[in-house]
Antibody, heavy 119, light 108 residues
Framework: EVQLVESGGGLVQPGGSLRLSCAASGFTFSTYSLHWVRQAPGKGLEWVSFISSSSGTIHYADSVQSRFTISRDNAKNSLYLQMNGLRDDDTAVYYC????????????WGQGILVTVSS | EIVLTQSPATLSLSPGERATLSCRASQSVRSYLAWYQQKPGQAPRLLIYDATNRATGIPVRFSGSGSGTDFTLTISSLEPEDFAVYYCQQRSNWPPLTFGGGTKVEIK
């Protein structure tokens, strides 16, 4: 069974930093691309970032470009999202998501982790 | 950026009725359109990919149709567990990957 478990969320002040982690199990992690997708409270889904299986291709949404950094450690079956310069509108549940087709299909989702940016 | 517009925003139906949800793209996404279901407090779940293909374990009452710019998700006979929010998503032209704003299917 595919499992994706996020951690590292919490309350942070505007301008602060946070690092999210996602621990994966139940599949061959090193062969799958991954995404972060977020959902602000009461709102819809927003794609945040993508990383290919070998980390050779990385993409970001314009809203997080230059502030967020996605990375992975295939030896540890883990995905990360370093978030710097956090703003109020970054408040959301962040999901770690497996790319089912290697690119843009979200076939398995973690349970999500809440990040709250507030003073 | 490809914009996806879902309609209606809310659909009020009774169990056993047929649900028809629409997703329109601002430009052609070919058949690279997926549908997701999200229940309160849960992560989204993949229902349909490439416009017409059911994901693993998805009941046959869920079906998808369309290509280009106009797509439909149909639930042939609503079960109590189907009342949820549904999102469409395109992967034809990215980044960015984009989602529609969602359709809430609520109990009438």
């Amino acid at each position: 069974e595919v499992q994706l478990v996020e951690s590292g969320g919490g309350l942070v002040q505007p301008g602060g930093s946070l690092r999210l982690s996602c621990a994966a199990s139940g599949f061959t992690f090193s062969t799958y691309s991954l995404h972060w997708v977020r959902q602000a409270p009461g709102k819809g889904l927003e794609w945040v970032s993508f990383i290919s299986s070998s980390s050779g291709t990385i993409h970001y949404a314009d809203s997080v470009q230059s502030r967020f950094t996605i990375s992975r450690d295939n030896a540890k079956n883990s995905l990360y999202l370093q978030m710097n310069g956090l703003r109020d509108d970054d408040t959301a549940v962040y999901y770690c998501v497996r790319a089912g087709d290697g690119t843009g299909l979200f076939d398995s989702w973690g349970q999500g982790i809440l990040v709250t940016v507030s003073s | 950026e490809i914009v996806l517009t879902q309609s209606p925003a809310t659909l009020s139906l009774s169990p056993g009725e047929r649900a028809t949800l629409s997703c329109r793209a601002s430009q052609s996404v070919r058949s690279y359109l997926a549908w997701y279901q999200q229940k309160p407090g849960q992560a989204p779940r993949l229902l349909i990919y490439d416009a017409t293909n059911r994901a693993t374990g998805i009941p046959v009452r869920f079906s998808g149709s369309g290509s280009g710019t106009d797509f439909t998700l149909t639930i042939s006979s609503l079960e109590p567990e189907d009342f949820a929010v549904y999102y469409c998503q395109q992967r034809s032209n990215w980044p960015p990957l984009t989602f529609g704003g969602g359709t809430k299917v609520e109990i009438k």
